[in-house]
C-alpha cells in the first residue's frame, strides 16, 4: 500500500520567512500529486496540483511544489510567508487515474506577526 | 454552488448510540468519500462511492455503514458509537477518478464520543 511522509509536524516562522514542507511518497508508479490547506476552522481547499508536465507547479497564494520523481518527493514552498499562512498543511498522493487520495499527517504551520 | 455540506458541524455521543452524518453535494460529482481526521495521522479513507448505489470500503470502514442512492447524497451512519470514534469527519467529491481532476472537502462534522 502506498504511503505519504511529511516529516515536519510542527514548524513555526516569523513573517517574511521562507517555507519548505518535505512531503514523500512510497509508490513506485505514476502518481498525482496534491498540497491541501486547511486554515483554523475550516476544510481543506486545494492549494495545487501536479498530474504530468513541468515538475514545478505553481499555486494559489504564492505557493510552489516541486515533483522530483527520483527522490519520489513533492515539497512545498513559499518564498515569503504572511501571518494568514498560519494553517495545517496536508500532501496527499494517488495513483494515477485513481480515485483514492493517500494523505500525510499533516505539518502545523504558526507565523508569527 | 453551495459545493459540499455537512451536517451536524458539531455532535456529542454517548457510547453505544447511533447517529448519521449528513453530507450533500451539489456539483453533480459521481464520487463521493468519506474521511476522518485525527491529530497528527493526517485523513484515512473510510468509505467511497463512484456512483449512485455503489459503495466501497475505504482504510478505515469499521463500525460504519454508507447508503448512496441519490447522486448528491452520501451520508454515514455510526450504529453503536465508540470512544474510538471520537473525531472530526470530512465528506469530499470529485467528478470523477482519473486525471485531472480533485476532491472538493466539506466543512467537516467534529463528533465527540463520551
Known amino acids: 500500500a502506498q504511503s505519504v511522509s511529511q516529516h515536519n509536524h510542527h514548524v513555526i516562522l516569523s513573517e517574511a520567512a521562507s517555507l519548505e514542507l518535505g512531503c514523500n511518497y512510497s509508490?513506485?508508479?505514476?502518481?498525482?500529486l496534491f498540497w491541501y490547506v486547511q486554515y483554523p476552522g475550516q476544510h481543506l481547499q486545494l492549494l495545487l496540483k501536479?498530474?504530468?508536465?513541468?515538475?514545478l507547479v505553481k499555486g494559489i497564494k504564492g505557493f510552489e511544489a516541486e515533483f522530483i520523481k527520483s527522490k519520489f518527493s513533492f515539497n512545498l514552498r513559499k518564498p515569503s510567508v504572511q501571518w494568514s499562512d498560519t494553517a495545517e498543511y496536508f500532501c496527499?498522493?494517488?495513483?494515477?487515474?485513481?480515485?483514492?487520495?493517500?494523505f500525510g499527517g499533516g505539518t502545523r504551520v504558526l507565523v508569527k506577526p | 454552488n453551495a459545493g459540499v455540506t455537512q451536517t451536524p458541524k458539531f455532535r456529542i455521543l454517548k457510547i453505544g448510540q447511533s447517529m448519521t452524518l449528513q453530507c450533500t453535494q451539489d456539483?453533480?460529482?459521481?464520487?463521493m468519500y468519506w474521511y476522518r481526521q485525527d491529530p497528527g495521522m493526517g485523513l484515512k479513507l473510510i468509505y467511497y462511492?463512484?456512483?449512485?448505489?455503489?459503495?466501497d470500503k475505504g482504510e478505515v470502514p469499521n463500525g460504519y455503514n454508507v447508503s448512496r442512492s441519490t447522486t448528491e447524497d452520501f451520508p454515514l451512519r455510526l450504529e453503536l458509537a465508540a470512544p474510538s470514534q471520537t473525531s472530526v469527519y470530512f465528506c469530499?467529491?470529485?467528478?470523477?477518478?482519473?486525471?485531472?481532476?480533485?476532491?472538493?472537502f466539506g466543512p467537516g462534522t467534529r463528533l465527540t464520543v463520551l
Open positions: 501536479y498530474f504530468s508536465g513541468d515538475p
Open positions: 456539483m453533480n460529482h459521481n464520487y
Open positions: 509508490y513506485g508508479g505514476t502518481v498525482n
Open positions: 462511492s463512484v456512483g449512485a448505489g455503489i459503495t
Open positions: 496527499a498522493v494517488r495513483k494515477a487515474a485513481g480515485n483514492k487520495l493517500t
Open positions: 469530499a467529491s470529485s467528478r470523477t477518478s482519473g486525471t485531472n481532476n480533485e476532491q472538493f
